[in-house]
T-cell receptor
Framework: DTGVSQNPRHKITKRGQNVTFRCDPISEHNRLYWYRQTLGQGPEFLTYFQNEAQLEKSRLLSDRFSAERPKGSFSTLEIQRTEQGDSAMYLC?????????????FGNGTRLTVT | KNEVEQSPQNLTAQEGEFITINCSYS?????LHWLQQHPGGGIVSLFMLSSGKKKHGRLIATINIQEKHSSLHITASHPRDSAVYICAVRSGNQFYFGTGTSLTVIP
């Protein structure tokens, strides 16, 4: 068990470019969450997968954002036509399906800076 | 209004002091998590609880389901406890997070 892994750790991009982040959850975890965190704030929910199915999507997630988990293992989060307001830490977390009280495990995040 | 409210937002303590961080929530929950985030670092889960009290070393977490309130206590605080402490609640398939309490423990 190597924990939740996110890549890259840092991404600097120019406004208007597309970026893609990857999350590898703990291998036996079927639930995967994406969050966004800005300075001084707690994480904000973006979207949630159970296996390969995207079950919930926050209204914060504009149509420039898309997430996939094609085989129910790793997930990608893509932001198209990035804006400066997209600059934030993007966090991935996973948990097992053993009831609603399963612990949540976080990755170290991908810090996005849009210039 | 946020689903999860934490207080205080910032806390400075002298080494050795007893510290309490509070969390109130407004949604029905199946579990409450206390998380720790160091500057530039990832988030680590400290406790997950749905009733009563849990203790791990110098950390104690309590929850009162009827009052929708939880507290995180740190006994004999140490500078290495300096971090942001975040309360998160699980409601259905979603997690709601507080904005965090930034703790600084001065030697």
């Amino acid at each position: 068990d190597t924990g939740v892994s996110q890549n890259p750790r840092h991404k600097i991009t120019k406004r208007g470019q597309n970026v893609t982040f990857r999350c590898d959850p703990i291998s036996e975890h079927n639930r995967l969450y994406w969050y966004r965190q800005t300075l001084g704030q707690g994480p904000e929910f973006l979207t949630y997968f159970q296996n390969e199915a995207q079950l919930e999507k926050s209204r914060l997630l504009s149509d420039r954002f898309s997430a996939e988990r094609p085989k129910g293992s790793f997930s990608t989060l893509e932001i198209q036509r990035t804006e400066q307001g997209d600059s934030a830490m993007y966090l991935c977390a996973s948990s097992s399906g053993l009831g609603y009280a399963a612990p949540l495990h976080f990755g170290n995040g991908t810090r996005l800076t849009v210039t | 209004k946020n689903e999860v409210e934490q207080s205080p937002q910032n806390l400075t303590a002298q080494e050795g002091e007893f510290i309490t961080i509070n969390c109130s929530y407004s949604v029905g929950i199946s579990a409450l998590h206390w998380l720790q985030q160091h500057p530039g670092g990832g988030i680590v889960s400290l406790f997950m609880l749905s009733s009563g009290k849990k203790k791990h070393g110098r950390l104690i977490a309590t929850i009162n389901i009827q009052e929708k309130h939880s507290s995180l206590h740190i006994t004999a605080s140490h500078p290495r406890d300096s971090a942001v402490y975040i309360c998160a609640v699980r409601s259905g398939n979603q997690f709601y997070f507080g904005t965090g309490t930034s703790l600084t423990v001065i030697p």
